[in-house]
Nanobody
């Protein structure tokens, strides 16, 4: 069982940056693949980034490549999403997710992650 709590969202001007954090509870956190997803009003939840349990491989949606960086610190039970060069279309609620079998099921698929946080809102003004 893993519980997730996101933080770090806020209101930022276009071109700005934020660092989102996800705090995980659970002794086996280091065994889980972790993902970040986002959902804008009236839209489906979409994949943003994912990282394997080893931290050695990362994956990004095309829309955020070169602007977002996912990382993890297994010793601290933390996952981070550094988001830069923000655009108004990045405005959404951002969710952290954990999946023990996500690497096998598909890291970009929300269904691969049984554990989700409550989300943190990112609003980008133009």
């Amino acid at each position: 069982q893993v519980q997730l709590v996101e933080s770090g969202g806020g209101l930022v001007q276009a071109g700005g940056s934020l660092r989102l954090s996800c705090t995980a509870s659970g002794r086996t956190f280091s065994s889980y693949a972790m993902g970040w997803f986002r959902q804008a009003p009236g839209k489906e939840r979409e994949f943003v980034a994912a990282i394997r349990w080893t931290g050695g491989s990362t994956y990004y949606a095309d829309s955020v490549k070169g602007r977002f960086i996912i990382s993890r610190d297994n010793a601290k039970n933390m996952v981070y999403l550094q988001i830069s060069s923000l655009k108004p279309e990045d405005t959404a609620a951002y969710y952290c997710a954990a999946g023990l079998n996500a690497q096998a099921m598909g890291l970009t698929n929300p269904s691969s992650y049984p554990y989700w946080g409550q989300g943190t809102q990112v609003t980008v003004s133009s």
